[in-house]
């Protein structure tokens, strides 16, 4: 039976909200997210083992990694949304894809957090995507909890990697944690906040939690305390220089603290929990389109961040993920698709696991709800209960490459065309449709080249649609502005292309092409599209 909204209880929102702290696991692929997503649920409970993609034997497949492809590569290419219980406080993990040409899902996963856990390869520094990334959380003035991963293998100096912290993020680096031995002979940490010194050792190769023991550092043989002592040494020389940590310094994005960890073995992860309950922020009032921040205690509202179709292949499932803005949110409940003004029932709600999920009775602000069957939801949409809300959209990138696609068997083009239609409804890529080419040759845009192939196994696996892909020469598109006068169906070096929300696109083979434009068309006015792929 569907029910209205509940009857709110300000107070019981406000403690719900300060309890929960929703923030992604962000950085360039390979540093670890899916790992340390898998050690904070081995560690908080949620899982009985932790594994990873690439492991030994003893270890499994990475539960965040749904997707075929993910697991077969080791890679992360869907966000993932996990709760976790730790300490009496929820933690909402958002675990955002690792390759760099799925930066556009990443950018709208980091439009739902209140901070980010920014993990660095201690053998590598800062990389690329990492820098964008960091780019994107500075532009939102998200804070910034900075973890430095693989302390277990060889790697760069602690020092090194706290200074170029402070110059690549433009913010203040202090250490809570700090490592006992280099890169590569990980002996324990200095918790700094706890002023404790302890050993680690892993169990079951990281399977489980690792067995932590105080250590005296005064009371050791001088021949095994030389690595503490240093320890103790360095981080005195980091406080002396960067000082304390100052939580409204974090919270206002100026701060970065800082922790050493080795994930695949759980060391400096229960730390890093830690840190996240007492210092990470719990959910604010959200600003709205209009900028007036919805209340916490406000009636029900949020924003679908993300659209996945496809986990369970038996039930063609799709999901839309709501991050809950404010009030209370009850399955079952009415609500409001501010984009269409269609009343939405929440029959069935979900909080998602992997390919796993449980039933999602109560939710409150911080938390991300899946809602099942939402066919009729969209990337961006405001939902919400009795008072309206638009919250601001999330941007767009820009697309740099194009491809046509055409069904191979053209018998399977009813599957074919709703393949491409379910692609484009999550965002997987871009779907641009021309009049030279007509429905049957849709052209595929896209920010990387793996969002092709990731579009192209959807097709041939999801839908029994294979899928041949010919790149074209394109490598920029613009937004026509809807008050262009005289459009032209075609013209030289690009061409005309329209979105099924009644965009319509120009694209091009360079910017020179777009000089050629303006001058042969005064009167179009072309306007860049969402986000640079370079914030």
């Given at each position: 039976?569907?029910?209205?909204?509940?009857?709110?209880?300000?107070?019981?929102?406000?403690?719900?909200?300060?309890?929960?702290?929703?923030?992604?696991?962000?950085?360039?692929?390979?540093?670890?997210?899916?790992?340390?997503?898998?050690?904070?649920?081995?560690?908080?409970?949620?899982?009985?083992?932790?594994?990873?993609?690439?492991?030994?034997?003893?270890?499994?497949?990475?539960?965040?990694?749904?997707?075929?492809?993910?697991?077969?590569?080791?890679?992360?290419?869907?966000?993932?949304?996990?709760?976790?219980?730790?300490?009496?406080?929820?933690?909402?993990?958002?675990?955002?894809?690792?390759?760099?040409?799925?930066?556009?899902?990443?950018?709208?996963?980091?439009?739902?957090?209140?901070?980010?856990?920014?993990?660095?390869?201690?053998?590598?520094?800062?990389?690329?995507?990492?820098?964008?990334?960091?780019?994107?959380?500075?532009?939102?003035?998200?804070?910034?909890?900075?973890?430095?991963?693989?302390?277990?293998?060889?790697?760069?100096?602690?020092?090194?990697?706290?200074?170029?912290?402070?110059?690549?993020?433009?913010?203040?680096?202090?250490?809570?944690?700090?490592?006992?031995?280099?890169?590569?002979?990980?002996?324990?940490?200095?918790?700094?906040r706890a002023e404790r010194a302890i050993a680690l050792e892993a169990v079951e190769a990281g399977a489980q939690a690792?067995?932590?023991?105080?250590?005296?550092?005064?009371?050791?043989?001088?021949r095994d305390a030389g690595a503490w002592l240093e320890a103790r040494e360095e981080s005195g020389l980091v406080e002396?220089?960067?000082?304390?940590?100052?939580?409204?310094?974090?919270?206002?994005?100026?701060?970065?603290?800082?922790?050493?960890?080795?994930?695949?073995?759980?060391?400096?992860?229960?730390?890093?929990?830690?840190?996240?309950?007492?210092?990470?922020?719990?959910?604010?009032?959200?600003?709205?389109?209009?900028?007036?921040?919805?209340?916490?205690?406000?009636?029900?509202?949020?924003?679908?961040?993300?659209?996945?179709?496809?986990?369970?292949?038996?039930?063609?499932?799709?999901?839309?993920?709501?991050?809950?803005?404010?009030?209370?949110?009850?399955?079952?409940?009415?609500?409001?698709?501010?984009?269409?003004?269609?009343?939405?029932?929440?029959?069935?709600?979900?909080?998602?696991?992997?390919?796993?999920?449980?039933?999602?009775?109560?939710?409150?602000?911080?938390?991300?709800?899946?809602?099942?069957?939402?066919?009729?939801?969209?990337?961006?949409?405001?939902?919400?209960?009795?008072?309206?809300?638009?919250?601001?959209?999330?941007?767009?990138?820009?697309?740099?490459?194009?491809?046509?696609?055409?069904?191979?068997?053209?018998?399977?083009?009813?599957?074919?065309?709703?393949?491409?239609?379910?692609?484009?409804?999550?965002?997987?890529?871009?779907?641009?449709?021309?009049?030279?080419?007509?429905?049957?040759?849709?052209?595929?845009?896209?920010?990387?080249?793996?969002?092709?192939?990731?579009?192209?196994?959807?097709?041939?696996?999801?839908?029994?649609?294979?899928?041949?892909?010919?790149?074209?020469?394109?490598?920029?598109?613009?937004?026509?502005?809807?008050?262009?006068?005289?459009?032209?169906?075609?013209?030289?070096?690009?061409?005309?292309?329209?979105?099924?929300?009644?965009?319509?696109?120009?694209?091009?083979?360079?910017?020179?092409?777009?000089?050629?434009?303006?001058?042969?068309?005064?009167?179009?006015?072309?306007?860049?599209?969402?986000?640079?792929?370079?914030?």
């Amino acid at each position: 039976m569907l029910t209205e909204s509940p009857v709110l209880d300000a107070d019981a929102v406000r403690r719900e909200a300060g309890r929960r702290r929703t923030f992604a696991v962000i950085s360039h692929p390979d540093a670890g997210k899916s790992t340390l997503t898998e050690a904070l649920a081995l560690l908080a409970s949620a899982i009985q083992n932790a594994g990873v993609t690439h492991g030994k034997s003893s270890r499994h497949a990475t539960v965040s990694d749904w997707m075929g492809i993910e697991q077969d590569r080791g890679i992360s290419i869907s966000s993932a949304a996990l709760q976790l219980t730790y300490r009496d406080t929820i933690l909402n993990v958002v675990d955002t894809p690792g390759h760099a040409d799925f930066s556009e899902d990443t950018y709208r996963v980091l439009a739902a957090v209140d901070s980010a856990v920014m993990l660095i390869d201690a053998a590598k520094g800062f990389e690329p995507q990492t820098v964008k990334l960091l780019a994107v959380c500075k532009a939102r003035n998200i804070p910034i909890i900075t973890v430095i991963n693989k302390w277990d293998r060889p790697g760069l100096d602690a020092l090194g990697l706290i200074d170029d912290v402070g110059e690549r993020t433009g913010m203040t680096p202090v250490p809570l944690t700090w490592p006992a031995g280099i890169a590569g002979d990980f002996k324990g940490l200095l918790d700094l906040r706890a002023e404790r010194a302890i050993a680690l050792e892993a169990v079951e190769a990281g399977a489980q939690a690792a067995d932590e023991t105080d250590v005296d550092i005064d009371a050791l043989d001088p021949r095994d305390a030389g690595a503490w002592l240093e320890a103790r040494e360095e981080s005195g020389l980091v406080e002396a220089s960067n000082g304390s940590f100052d939580r409204e310094e974090f919270e206002a994005a100026r701060q970065t603290p800082v922790l050493f960890a080795a994930a695949a073995k759980n060391f400096g992860v229960s730390q890093l929990l830690d840190i996240l309950v007492d210092v990470a922020p719990s959910p604010s009032p959200r600003p709205s389109k209009e900028d007036e921040p919805r209340p916490i205690e406000a009636p029900l509202s949020g924003f679908v961040f993300k659209v996945q179709a496809g986990q369970d292949s038996a039930h063609r499932d799709h999901i839309a993920y709501l991050r809950i803005c404010s009030g209370t949110f009850e399955r079952g409940m009415v609500i409001t698709n501010q984009r269409t003004g269609k009343p939405f029932a929440t029959k069935y709600a979900h909080r998602v696991l992997g390919r796993s999920r449980e039933v999602v009775d109560t939710a409150w602000p911080g938390d991300v709800v899946g809602l099942v069957n939402a066919t009729s939801l969209r990337v961006g949409d405001s939902l919400f209960a009795e008072q309206p809300v638009q919250f601001p959209d999330i941007p767009r990138f820009s697309p740099e490459l194009f491809a046509v696609a055409r069904a191979k068997d053209p018998g399977r083009y009813k599957q074919f065309r709703r393949g491409i239609e379910q692609l484009e409804h999550e965002g997987v890529v871009q779907v641009l449709r021309s009049d030279l080419r007509g429905d049957q040759a849709p052209v595929l845009a896209a920010v990387g080249a793996l969002q092709f192939e990731v579009a192209a196994e959807r097709l041939g696996t999801e839908f029994n649609a294979p899928t041949s892909l010919d790149h074209l020469s394109y490598s920029l598109a613009m937004r026509v502005s809807p008050e262009s006068q005289g459009v032209p169906e075609t013209f030289r070096g690009g061409e005309i292309m329209f979105r099924s929300d009644g965009e319509i696109v120009a694209v091009f083979g360079d910017k020179w092409k777009v000089g050629h434009f303006k001058k042969d068309y005064p009167d179009v006015v072309l306007e860049a599209i969402g986000a640079a792929v370079d914030q």
